[in-house]
């Protein structure tokens, strides 16, 4: 009873396997071992170092952020309350040396053409740059700048590009080959033995994704967990299902523009939904903060 | 036997703690212990010859070290106690009370003051409600993260608690927050230099 068991799943572990994407390289190396005896060992091993051995497999993913890079744009009762609140302001405001200077000249200025004006009142040095003119030449080097823009449509749309939407925060889309399916989800890969869930999340950033990016893990401890059954077709006793544990990350450089054909999006939390499964979706969203 | 030696132990111990039974030959024995100063010799001690006292080699010292010590006391006392060093925000400068600055606000109409008691209101309670908001978003990450932890604590043990161990790369941990235009790639900031005229306070 036992033998026949083991043989089946030592046959079914090397199809599981291979559904999910085959980058883990240690495990796919069951489907090299010829059946019988050698499968045999290797599983016995294994069920030594794992006492209990869970059939769940573990994954790691990565909830990659990037942070609004530009503030947000006001709603209208916050534009009217600082309106308001500056108008407040500058009531109770005493005047300053600059307005103070403002109104001097412009009391001279009237004195001037009044027509009874002593020029040797006054000394002669004191006319040399009036405060008008000083605000004139800082309005004047303020024009001068031109900053970049704040909000670019085209941009906007391209749902790759990490510069679109910079007054929110955005999350990594990849797509993955999961059972039988492609999948748009956050980027995972499967836990090996010796490295930890976040070792395992940093690796998934680095070797899932082409591109360069630099991202900061905030900590050791997952912040969601979302786990699923597989189909009673392939349901084993060694395998159940499978458990993903997320962690997060903050993105601290972009590195190189993504080539066209890198499967991954840049997504915005009300967007997520067009993207992922309802089930996952409920998950995710609990411990991505939008604010 | 014990006897004999009780005796010689007696006999030992008187010869050393009579001196008053040697009165008369006081003369051949010289040293004597000075509680028992005999009458012969009350004119010849040292108090009564005035001569200056045996200064031992530690009295010099001790006579240094009651000087210093009656030195700091009388500083202690002189000494000014230090100033507080101002804050400086707490002060108002005296250009500010100034009378000639005095702004002539505009009287505001009614109903211009009820609009703005009206706007404070509905202010209060757009903040309440964004504070709401944030503060369930924060419950909902934390139930997350814990139910997590526990799925983890199934698993392995040992997962478990290197996913509890403290990261000691993360901190310091710096991000540039929000400006309000993004940053321009070929833009080449002027030289800023100035002078630095804040007032630095010793005590």
Not at chain 1, 62 to 77: E, G, K, M, T, Y
Not at chain 2, 8 to 35: D, G, N, Y
């Amino acid at each position: 009873m036992a033998a026949p068991c083991r043989r089946m799943a030592s046959w079914s572990l090397p199809r599981f396997l291979s559904c999910f994407g085959g980058t883990a390289v240690g495990s796919t190396g069951f489907r090299q071992f010829s059946r019988t005896a050698v499968c045999r060992v290797t599983l016995q091993t294994k069920s030594m170092t794992d006492k209990p051995s869970s059939p769940w497999t573990l994954m790691a993913a990565v909830c990659l952020q990037r942070l609004p890079v530009i503030s947000a744009d006001l709603s209208p009762i916050e534009q009217q309350f600082g309106h308001v609140m500056h108008q407040m302001e500058l009531e109770k405001s005493v005047l300053s040396d600059h307005e103070l200077q403002l109104l001097e000249d412009a009391e001279r200025m009237s004195r001037k053409q009044a027509g009874d004006y002593d020029s040797d009142e006054e000394g002669k040095d004191e006319e040399i740059m009036l405060a008008q003119d000083l605000e004139d030449s800082w309005e004047q080097k303020l024009k001068s700048f031109q900053p970049a823009h704040r909000v670019r449509a085209d941009v906007d749309q391209d749902v790759t590009s990490v510069q679109r939407c910079l007054a929110d925060s955005l999350v990594l889309l990849a797509e993955q080959q999961v059972g039988s399916q492609k999948l748009w989800l956050l980027p995972q890969t499967q836990w090996q033995e010796g490295e930890t869930l976040q070792q395992t999340a940093e690796r998934a950033l680095t070797t899932l994704q082409a591109a360069g990016f630099k991202a900061t893990f905030l900590g050791n401890t997952p912040c969601g967990v979302y786990k699923y059954k597989l189909p009673k077709a392939i349901r084993t006793e060694g395998s159940v299902g499978t458990k993903v544990f997320f962690f997060k990350a903050i993105l601290s450089d972009c590195g190189p523009p993504a080539t066209p054909d890198t499967p991954f999006l840049w997504l915005k939390k009300s967007e997520l939904q067009h993207y992922l499964k309802p089930a996952y979706l409920m998950k995710v969203d609990h411990f991505i903060l939008d604010f | 036997m014990s006897l004999a030696l009780s005796h010689c132990f007696c006999r030992m111990l008187f010869r050393q703690t009579a001196p008053s039974s040697f009165l008369p030959r006081e003369h051949h024995h010289i040293v004597l212990s000075p509680w028992f100063a005999p009458v012969m010799t009350l004119k010849t001690s040292a108090p009564l010859r005035a001569e200056p006292k045996k200064k031992k080699k530690a009295d010099p010292r001790r006579e240094l070290q009651l000087r210093e010590r009656l030195k700091k006391r009388l500083k202690k006392l002189e000494k000014v106690p230090s100033q507080f060093i101002p804050i400086e925000d707490f002060i108002t400068p005296a250009k500010c009370l100034d009378e000639t600055r005095e702004r002539s606000t505009p009287k505001l109409s009614f109903e211009e003051s009820e609009g703005r008691a009206l706007l404070l209101k509905e202010w209060s309670r757009y903040k309440k409600k964004q504070h709401m908001a944030e503060v369930q978003a924060i419950e909902l990450a934390l139930k997350a993260q814990r139910e997590a932890l526990e799925e983890l604590k199934l698993e392995s043990e040992e997962l478990y608690q290197a996913a509890l161990m403290q990261d000691p790369l993360l901190f310091p941990f710096t991000h540039e927050g929000p400006a309000y235009t993004p940053p321009k790639t070929d833009y080449e900031a002027p030289d800023g230099k100035f002078n630095d005229i804040t007032k630095v306070y010793t005590q």
